[in-house]
């Protein structure tokens, strides 16, 4: 469900660990089709496609949730969501970390306040967002 898409997230680059979700995702895609995994999830096809060929790191984690959610292998896509963002605050919480601390740790240009809006569901976060926080979150944690 994206956060356990990789064994060790910590020993991972952004990059690897964006890859390690695209790679979750495009199984789900792959079983049943481009086409109907857009109109089915209800995510543009263009994301749809780009995630299926290859790299999308612009791709929405609300829309990474609806297309996990289309097997049966994982639960709805708010469930996924609010799973991911309980996992990432318990990381938190684990390493004692402020999104302040986050956001100058990670290359994202994001402040603090606006990582924190990300993590509670407020704006839109990206796979290669999600990717920078939870391997900085996780690297932390194996300390």
Do not use: C
Not at 47 to 75: C, F, H, I, K, T
Not at 78 to 83: C, G, K, M, T, Y
Not at 100 to 124: F, H, P, W
């Amino acid at each position: 469900m994206l956060y356990d898409a990789a064994d060790d997230p910590a020993s991972l680059s952004p990059a690897e660990l964006r890859e390690a979700y695209e790679a979750q995702i495009r199984t789900v895609v792959d079983s049943v089709g481009v086409e109907a995994a857009a109109a089915d999830a209800d995510v543009d096809e263009e994301q749809v496609a780009a995630v299926a060929d290859g790299p999308a790191p612009d791709m929405r984690v609300e829309d990474a949730a609806a297309l996990l959610a289309l097997s049966e292998e994982y639960p709805d896509q708010e469930a996924i969501v609010l799973e991911l963002r309980d996992h990432l605050l318990l990381g938190m919480t684990t390493g004692v970390l402020d999104v302040d601390t986050i956001a100058s740790n990670v290359d994202l240009g994001l402040s603090g306040q606006e990582i924190q809006q990300a993590l509670e569901g407020r704006n839109a976060m990206t796979l290669e967002q999600l990717a920078a926080i939870h391997g900085y979150i996780a690297e932390r944690n194996d300390r």
